[in-house]
């Protein structure tokens, strides 16, 4: 299993970015996905999630209203657009993915997910 995230780099506060990941290894439209960040000295803290279908989508409150998921299955890769960055949205972020079951208990809980990216580091400049 293999799961490319890309897209990261320095922008402005205020500016706009676009992570992707790339899965490969796994029936993608059988997982659930989600995007984790781990800032410097912090622990890492959960971002976003979509179902495996793309019907629902959670975020974390310090995001919510600027960050977007989305999903194309057909194409094996998760989004996630990040509009309104702000100095302390800077950290590596990384994608994950667990296996969808028929309740979405669980979907902002590092522990349940099965497999992990390598990360992207984003930063984001005052």
């Known amino acids: 299993v293999q799961l490319q995230a890309s897209g990261g780099g320095l922008v402005q506060a205020g500016g706009s970015l676009r992570l992707s990941c790339a899965a490969s290894g796994l029936s993608f439209s059988s997982c659930d996905m989600g995007w984790f960040r781990q800032a410097p000295g912090k622990e890492r803290e959960f971002v976003a999630a979509i179902r495996w279908s793309g019907s629902s989508t959670y975020f974390a409150d310090s995001v919510k209203g600027r960050f977007a998921i989305s999903r194309d299955n057909a194409k094996n890769t998760v989004y996630l657009q990040m509009n309104s960055l702000k100095p302390e949205d800077t950290a590596v972020y990384y994608c994950?993915?667990?296996?969808?079951?028929?309740?979405?208990?669980?979907?902002?809980?590092?522990?349940?997910?099965?497999?992990w990216g390598q990360g992207t580091l984003v930063t984001v400049s005052s």
């Open positions: 994950a993915a667990k296996w969808a079951l028929l309740s979405a208990q669980g979907m902002g809980a590092e522990y349940e997910y099965d497999y």
